[in-house]
Each structure stands twice: as C-alpha cells, then as structure tokens.
C-alpha cells in the first residue's frame, strides 16, 4: 500500500525510460528488417532501396503465344540497359499459379515462397526453332534514366490467361518507362513477324496455342485454273503489297478481301497456299474451326504485324455458329467487323473460302466493302483436267491418250484428277516394282476402280460429280 504511492527513486524512472526506449527502438528496426527476413524481398528491396510496401508495380499482360517475343523484348532491354544482369526466381510449391505480388507477401508474411532459381520453358520461333524462356523469374535492372528497377514475368497457366510481366520500382513513372520499352523492343523483336501461324492446338509445340508452320512453296504452275483466273487473284493481292507505298501515297486503301468459292477439292486451298507462298516476309495467320473463338486476338496480331494475311477457311462451316466465339452474333458477322475495324491504310489481306458461297451472300451483300474480290473457282474443264493429269503425273512419262481421260472425266474436280494419277501409279505397282510409265491400261483401270459404283463416296469427297463418261 505505502509503497504504491511511493516516488520511484530517480534513477529508476530513467532506466525504465531508457529500457522503453529500447524496446521501441527494437521493434521500429524489427519492422523495418521485416524485408530482410526474406532473401527473396530483399532482392528487390535492396536493389532498388526501398520496402516492399513502398514499392509501385506496374503490370503488363502478354498472350501465352507472345511469350517467346516477350523474352526476347527483356533480353534486348537488358542487353541495352543492364548488361550481365541475372534472372533469380522464386521457390515454393505453388509458384507460378499466383501472382508475383502475392507471392512476394506469401515470403514476408509465412514463407510459403523464397528465394530460388528461375524456371525456364520453351517456346517455338519458328516451325523448327525454339528458344528459351524464363517462365517464372526476376532480374535487377536499370531504367532508361538509370533508377533501379526489378522485371518478374509470371507463366499463363490454366487459371491465368495471360502472361504477366511486371516491373518494381520507386514511383509508377519510372516503372512504366521500363514497360514501355520493353513493350516497344518486343514488338521489335517479335518472333511471329513473317511466319505463317496458325490459331488452333498445336500439334508442333506443346500447349502452344499458336503454331508455326513452313511457309508453302508452289509456283504459279502448280495451280491449274481457268486462264487469267490466278492471275487476277494474284493481280490483286499480291500486286498491291508489291505497291503499297505508290498507292498509299496516292490516297488508296490496301486492306483488301478476298473470297474463293466453288465447290470442294477444285482448290481454293491450293490457291490461299500459293499466294501466301507468293507473299514472302508476309505475316500468315491462319483460323480453323475452333480457333475461330481467337479471331480478335488474330486479328490483332496480323495488324500488328503486318504486311500480313488473315486466313479463315471454309467461313460458311462457322458463318452461324455462335457458340464458339464469345459475342453473342454469329461468326460471320464478327469476322465481317473485324475486317471492317481493320484500317484500310493496313496492309492486311483477308483470304476467305467456302464451298458454299450462296448460304454467304446475303451477309455478305449487306456489309459490302469487306470483301472487295470475289473469285470462283471452279471444276477443271477438259483443257484444265488435261494440264492436271500432266501436273501430277510430272515425274512419270504418261504414254497414254490423256485426251481421252480428260474427256471420260467430265465434271470430277482437280483433286479427283490428282487421285487418278495416284491410282494409276498404284496399279502399275502391282505389276512391276517400280513405275517409269503411265499406260491407257493403267488409267482404265484406275478409273474403273474410281466410278465403281461402291466408291461413290469417295467420288463425292473427292468432289466428282460422278458420271463416267
Ligand atoms: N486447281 C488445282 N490445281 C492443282 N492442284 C489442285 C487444284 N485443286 C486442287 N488441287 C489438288 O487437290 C488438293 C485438294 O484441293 P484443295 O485446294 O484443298 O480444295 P478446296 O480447298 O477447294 O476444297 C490440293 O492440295 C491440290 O493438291
Ligand atoms: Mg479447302
């Protein structure tokens, strides 16, 4: 009782006071070194000065195909702004499936990441290279006006769609200089320019959802049409990449669509293949079935990247189908407003096919100007089965009356002619080990065998009409 209310001595006060003191002072550093319990914070926090919390992240999110031109787009701002920088990663069980933010919180508040080597993947460049590429990592880098800044790219994954590549600095401005660039040096360095790419599952690169392909390689002989018919189609889409400049200077637009009908197997593949071939250092993008759910971000990429094709075959299997992409308007009509929303002053040529032009041309007809040629392209008739025969029977000597073939042939497609020749070879190869000539008897039978009435299908998926003559 007494001595509660007793003064205490003087010096005792003081050393409480001091003791107090401490014991704050403690608990300030405590908080401050929060950062350095974790090796992995303080990489960041060391390089660049600065807690955690004080730090600004500025994202940037890149579609799973750009992740190799994105690796290449750091690679070239560390070569420029921080040479001999080093990637350092991060560990933890659930690394990669969270966002860089949080995992760095996840080490300071319960260690569930640290410090680790980077991951690394593949990703294509073309249809037979592939580079590395970090898929989770970091590195300490310079800014363009020298601030210290960190670079983390997190991997897309099932959950996240997008690869996230993020910059750590001081203050936003300085982190969103360093996006930027890296933005510009990807785009530069872009490893989709001037590859022919197709949207779909890949059967090339894994889970790559954008292959490359090799570019086709056919001559203007190889494709048997009517006279002046590719030449037309060529006239037009590839004389106008070669004149891009005199006809953007004289005030015309090089957007250009064009559209190939007819029926199946007379080829329009074929000819989508040639001119593509034709369009060197073009960008080629190609669209099939389900890939169609791509059709913005393809789009966007052929823009991007032009001089470049955007190909979407057989529109009319897709025209109404809504389901596949997100809009809620059928395929046809999203396909017919990006071609509007692409700038007529790119150079971007959409090459559209269908066996069944007539279920298009009302859609067509009421948005006109998207497809500004449109070219039929139709069974051979005898001059053109004749070429056809000599086409594909190139590498033989064909001692037969080929003139009668084409005659007897009235009405099958192009890709039925080319069936024929094989059949030939193939019954000549029953009776000698090797085929040099190509007899009448070989033909006879081969299309015996073809307008067999048990090979009616075949004759209708090669797309004869089927009557022998
Ligand atoms: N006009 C043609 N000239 C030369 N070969 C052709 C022609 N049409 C078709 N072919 C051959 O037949 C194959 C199938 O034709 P394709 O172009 O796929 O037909 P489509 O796209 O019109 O249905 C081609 O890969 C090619 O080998
Ligand atoms: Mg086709």
């Given at each position: 009782?007494t001595?509660?209310?007793?003064?205490p001595a003087?010096s005792?006060?003081?050393g409480?006071?001091v003791a107090m003191?401490?014991?704050?002072?403690?608990?300030g550093?405590?908080?401050?070194d929060?950062n350095a319990?974790s090796?992995?914070v303080?990489r960041?926090?060391?390089?660049?000065?600065?807690?955690l919390?004080e730090?600004?992240q500025?994202?940037?999110?890149?579609?799973?195909?750009?992740h190799?031109s994105l690796q290449r787009?750091i690679?070239?701002?560390?070569a420029?702004?921080s040479?001999?920088?080093?990637w350092?990663g991060?560990?933890?069980r659930?690394r990669?499936h969270?966002?860089?933010?949080?995992m760095?919180?996840g080490a300071?508040?319960?260690?569930a990441y640290?410090?680790g080597?980077p991951?690394?993947?593949t990703?294509a460049t073309g249809?037979d290279?592939?580079m590395?590429i970090?898929t989770?990592?970091?590195?300490?880098?310079?800014a363009?006006?020298g601030?210290?800044?960190?670079i983390g790219?997190r991997?897309?994954?099932d959950?996240?769609r997008?690869?996230?590549?993020?910059?750590?600095?001081?203050d936003?401005?300085t982190?969103?200089a360093?996006?930027d660039?890296?933005g510009?040096l990807?785009?530069?360095h872009?490893?989709?320019?001037?590859?022919?790419?197709?949207f779909g599952s890949?059967?090339?690169?894994g889970n790559?959802?954008?292959s490359?392909l090799?570019r086709?390689?056919?001559?203007?002989a190889?494709?048997?049409?009517?006279?002046?018919?590719?030449?037309?189609?060529?006239?037009?889409v590839?004389g106008i990449?070669?004149?891009s400049?005199?006809?953007?200077?004289?005030g015309?637009h090089?957007?250009?669509g064009?559209?190939?009908?007819?029926?199946?197997?007379?080829g329009k593949?074929?000819?989508v293949r040639y001119?593509t071939?034709?369009?060197?250092?073009?960008?080629v993008v190609?669209l099939?079935?389900?890939?169609?759910?791509?059709l913005?971000?393809?789009?966007?990429?052929?823009?991007r990247l032009?001089?470049?094709?955007v190909i979407v075959e057989d529109?009319?299997?897709?025209?109404?189908d809504?389901d596949?992409?997100?809009g809620?308007?059928?395929?046809l009509?999203?396909?017919?407003?990006?071609?509007?929303g692409?700038?007529?002053?790119?150079d971007?040529?959409?090459?559209?096919?269908?066996?069944r032009?007539?279920?298009?041309?009302?859609?067509l007809a009421?948005?006109?100007?998207?497809v500004?040629?449109?070219?039929?392209?139709?069974r051979?008739?005898?001059e053109?089965r004749l070429?056809l025969?000599?086409l594909y029977?190139?590498?033989?000597?064909l001692?037969?009356?080929?003139?009668?073939i084409?005659?007897?042939?009235?009405?099958?497609t192009a890709?039925f002619v080319?069936?024929l020749v094989?059949r030939?070879?193939?019954?000549?190869?029953r009776?000698a080990a090797?085929?040099?000539?190509?007899t009448?008897?070989?033909?006879?039978?081969?299309?015996g065998?073809m307008?067999?009435?048990?090979?009616?299908l075949?004759?209708?998926?090669l797309g004869a009409a089927g009557?022998?003559?």
């Amino acid at each position: 009782m007494t001595q509660s209310h007793e003064e205490p001595a003087l010096s005792d006060a003081r050393g409480l006071a001091v003791a107090m003191e401490r014991m704050l002072r403690l608990a300030g550093n405590r908080i401050a070194d929060h950062n350095a319990e974790s090796p992995l914070v303080a990489r960041l926090t060391d390089h660049i000065g600065a807690p955690l919390h004080e730090l600004v992240q500025v994202d940037h999110e890149y579609r799973p195909w750009e992740h190799a031109s994105l690796q290449r787009g750091i690679d070239a701002y560390l070569a420029a702004r921080s040479p001999g920088a080093e990637w350092f990663g991060i560990s933890g069980r659930h690394r990669g499936h969270e966002n860089i933010s949080d995992m760095l919180s996840g080490a300071l508040q319960n260690g569930a990441y640290g410090l680790g080597r980077p991951d690394y993947g593949t990703a294509a460049t073309g249809p037979d290279t592939s580079m590395e590429i970090v898929t989770l990592g970091l590195v300490a880098a310079a800014a363009p006006d020298g601030a210290p800044v960190v670079i983390g790219v997190r991997p897309a994954d099932d959950f996240h769609r997008t690869v996230v590549a993020s910059v750590f600095a001081r203050d936003r401005a300085t982190a969103a200089a360093v996006r930027d660039e890296i933005g510009r040096l990807c785009a530069e360095h872009d490893v989709m320019r001037g590859q022919f790419l197709s949207f779909g599952s890949s059967e090339h690169h894994g889970n790559a959802l954008v292959s490359f392909l090799p570019r086709p390689d056919l001559a203007a002989a190889d494709v048997i049409l009517p006279d002046g018919r590719l030449e037309a189609v060529e006239a037009h889409v590839v004389g106008i990449a070669e004149h891009s400049e005199q006809l953007l200077k004289a005030g015309q637009h090089l957007k250009r669509g064009l559209l190939l009908h007819g029926p199946p197997g007379t080829g329009k593949t074929h000819t989508v293949r040639y001119l593509t071939s034709r369009l060197t250092g073009c960008t080629v993008v190609q669209l099939t079935g389900p890939a169609m759910q791509y059709l913005d971000p393809a789009v966007a990429l052929a823009r991007r990247l032009q001089p470049a094709v955007v190909i979407v075959e057989d529109v009319d299997l897709v025209a109404e189908d809504r389901d596949l992409y997100e809009g809620s308007q059928p395929l046809l009509f999203a396909l017919l407003d990006a071609m509007d929303g692409t700038a007529g002053d790119a150079d971007v040529v959409f090459m559209l096919t269908t066996n069944r032009v007539d279920t298009l041309e009302r859609a067509l007809a009421e948005r006109p100007g998207r497809v500004d040629l449109a070219v039929e392209i139709p069974r051979p008739d005898a001059e053109g089965r004749l070429r056809l025969l000599r086409l594909y029977g190139r590498e033989l000597r064909l001692d037969a009356d080929l003139t009668k073939i084409a005659d007897r042939t009235e009405g099958v497609t192009a890709s039925f002619v080319k069936e024929l020749v094989r059949r030939a070879v193939l019954v000549a190869l029953r009776d000698a080990a090797s085929v040099e000539v190509l007899t009448d008897d070989h033909f006879d039978t081969a299309l015996g065998e073809m307008f067999d009435p048990a090979q009616s299908l075949t004759r209708g998926l090669l797309g004869a009409a089927g009557n022998e003559g």
